[in-house]
T-cell receptor, first 113, second 114 residues
Framework: AQSVTQLDSQVPVFEEAPVELRCNYSSSVSVYLFWYVQYPNQGLQLLLKYLSGSTLVESINGFEAEFNKSQTSFHLRKPSVHISDTAEYFCAVMNSGYSTLTFGKGTMLLVSP | ETGVTQSPTHLIKTRGQQVTLRCSSQSGHNTVSWYQQALGQGPQFIFQYYREEENGRGNFPPRFSGLQFPNYSSELNVNALELDDSALYLC?????????????FGPGTRLTVL
């Protein structure tokens, strides 16, 4: 069985400050890793994903995440956040060979001026 | 390209009733997955359909059932509704049954059971 742990339920940060949202996973097999973002009263939008290759993956809006196999982590980072980044962020894992996602409980990113 | 759509947006039912939620997958996608997101929680996998056949099921009782149609749209049916079934139900579509396929989510149906 696989599981995802998002260590922080809420992360408050000031605008233009850097942020890191932590994600750890457990799985006995190779995995693919995803970050999704959910804005209020909306569905999930894919932010970025790691399937293979370079362990550092980037999104179009400045977020990046690094796959660390030895630490079983996939932390999400952004060097400078905007008010519009306020949302819930979900880390998810998919076992290679399957196509279902296991999600963490989410981290609410609260950006204030 | 049309994204994933779900209907209805909101629904209120009472305990013991039955409900049907609908999902239209993104153009070109033949796989649909359903998730339940309770308040304050991450989405939990209910089941997946690939080319009209069930292709995996999470830890949900049999009163949660589904269908996928030839046009790859899908339904989620829940019988004998319980209060704990109140949640946001999310549908996601992907291109095929491979493990690397990205799942694209719809906006969800908010179900409230009274």
């Amino acid at each position: 069985a696989q599981s995802v742990t998002q260590l922080d339920s809420q992360v408050p940060v000031f605008e233009e400050a850097p942020v890191e949202l932590r994600c750890n996973y457990s799985s006995s097999v190779s995995v693919y890793l995803f970050w999704y973002v959910q804005y209020p009263n909306q569905g999930l939008q894919l932010l970025l994903k790691y399937l293979s290759g370079s362990t550092l993956v980037e999104s179009i809006n400045g977020f990046e995440a690094e796959f660390n196999k030895s630490q079983t982590s996939f932390h999400l980072r952004k060097p400078s956040v905007h008010i519009s980044d306020t949302a819930e962020y979900f880390c998810a894992v998919m076992n290679s060979g399957y196509s279902t996602l296991t999600f963490g409980k989410g981290t609410m990113l609260l950006v204030s001026p | 390209e049309t994204g994933v759509t779900q209907s209805p947006t909101h629904l209120i039912k009472t305990r013991g009733q039955q409900v049907t939620l609908r999902c239209s997958s993104q153009s070109g996608h033949n796989t649909v997955s359903w998730y339940q997101q309770a308040l304050g929680q991450g989405p939990q996998f209910i089941f997946q359909y690939y080319r009209e056949e069930e292709n995996g099921r999470g830890n949900f009782p049999p009163r949660f059932s589904g269908l996928q149609f030839p046009n790859y749209s899908s339904e989620l049916n829940v019988n004998a509704l319980e209060l704990d079934d109140s949640a946001l139900y999310l549908c996601a579509s992907s291109e095929g049954g491979a493990g690397t396929d990205t799942q694209y989510f719809g906006p969800g149906t908010r179900l409230t059971v009274l």
